[in-house]
């Protein structure tokens, strides 16, 4: 049975830093695996995706220098780095895994999901 269960969410001042993680379970051969988000009322959105071998960095532009995806192949999970969060990264942050090469920032692509971890950032 594939997993994908996240952690690390939770309520945060603005400027501060938040690390999620997401462990894979089931899953055989991981391509690559990435991070989504979605904010009430809006579409989910790309946030980041690792290659999972010698593969590929990918971040949406926007939050270049503030997120950074990491791996641990060994444990298979992925982790994300937040830091200096705005109100505006308020949203359920998604893990997805997938099994083939693509576009990493496509989400229909992604063949595995976890059930989301609740990030809110206010004061």
């Known amino acids: 049975q594939v997993q994908l269960v996240e952690s690390g969410g939770g309520l945060v001042q603005p400027g501060g830093s938040l690390r999620l993680s997401c462990a894979a379970s089931?899953?055989?051969?991981?391509?690559?695996m990435g991070w989504y988000r979605q904010a009430p009322g809006n579409e989910r959105e790309f946030v980041a995706a690792?290659?999972?071998?010698?593969?590929?960095?990918s971040y949406t532009d926007s939050l270049k220098g503030r997120f950074t995806i990491s791996r641990d192949n060994a444990k298979n999970t992925v982790y994300l780095q937040m830091n200096s969060l705005k109100p505006e990264d308020t949203a359920v942050y998604y893990c997805?895994?997938?099994?083939?090469?693509?576009?990493?920032?496509?989400?229909?692509?992604?063949?595995?999901w976890g059930q989301g971890t609740q990030v809110t950032v206010s004061s």
């Open positions: 997805a895994a997938r099994a083939y090469t693509g576009n990493l920032a496509r989400a229909y692509e992604y063949d595995y």
């Open positions: 089931g899953i055989f051969n991981i391509y690559a």
């Open positions: 690792t290659g999972w071998g010698a593969g590929p960095t």
